[in-house]
């Protein structure tokens, strides 16, 4: 195995003629030159140097080892001065993938405040709904995702639910950095029977026919209903939370949402409700461990947590 460092003392050597000259560019002793010079020699399996009288020369292999040195001593210092930059947030990248109500919230804001503090660092976006958004991590699509979970009962439909492991587990092989809970809120029309109610239990809307949102979500709802003692007449279902709230304010019938999607949307013709039970979210940034230690990715998550705050 040829070393750099080994090479960056042929070149010196070749350059001045001689081990005490080289030593003294290379600001080391003699012996240590002559010691570099044996192991390199060792590494190639053949003579670099012929050594007549004061005079030193270099071998065809020598010369040949010379004239790739400069481009492998170069490459080699283009890719450290690369990795620093990395590491020093002058470079670099991050994938991000988000849910929808996340990238019209948090997103935008820790986006802003990365290009603001470190320019250098691009950040890519694309949407994806928990769990595809999970598959995309492990699978290296992306480096952070922007996830959810509703609670840990296995009230979500997910795994839990059909005995499998609880929403714990689902993540246990990965970084998890809570970010915010998020309660759903219920939508009724403006001239709905609960319209400007203080808190409406859920069975109070057990007779109403419904607007669900996106799968997880979807299976969420049902589990609320079914718990309250009624199972819910779905009548539409969208992943396109302005769908949700059009299709509420025309009067077509309610839903719960997660505020952060209300937040992102402009709520015309619609009455938001607290409601009971109350149901609640856990929205959290996801990495692998690995690249939790990248500097950019763990850049990336603060500045989510810090969106989360605001």
Known sequence: MIEARHLRVLRAVAGTGSFSAAARELGCTQPAVSQQMKALEQSAGTPLLIRTGREMRLTQAGEALVRHAAGILAGLTAAEEEVAAIAGLRAGRVRLVSFPSGSSTLVPTALAAMRAEHPGTRISLVEAEPPRSVEMLREGDCDVALAFRYGADGADGGPAASGGPAPAAEWEDLVVRPLLTDRLVGLVPEGHRLAGAERV??????????????????????????????????????????????????????????????????????????????????????????????????????????????
């Open 201 to 310: 239990g859920m069975a109070e809307l057990a007779g109403e026919p419904w607007i669900a949102g996106c799968p997880r979500c979807r299976r969420h709802l049902v589990e609320v209903c079914e718990g309250a003692g009624f199972t819910p007449r779905i009548d539409f279902a969208t992943d396109d939370y302005p769908a949700v709230v059009g299709l509420v304010g025309a009067g077509l019938g309610v839903a719960v949402l997660p505020e952060l999607a209300v937040e992102s949307v402009r709520a015309k013709g619609v009455s938001t409700v607290a409601v009971e039970p109350a149901v609640e979210r856990e929205v959290v940034a996801l990495t692998l461990p690995d690249l939790a230690r990248v500097p950019a990715v763990a850049a990336t998550i603060a500045q989510l947590e810090r969106a989360a705050a605001r």
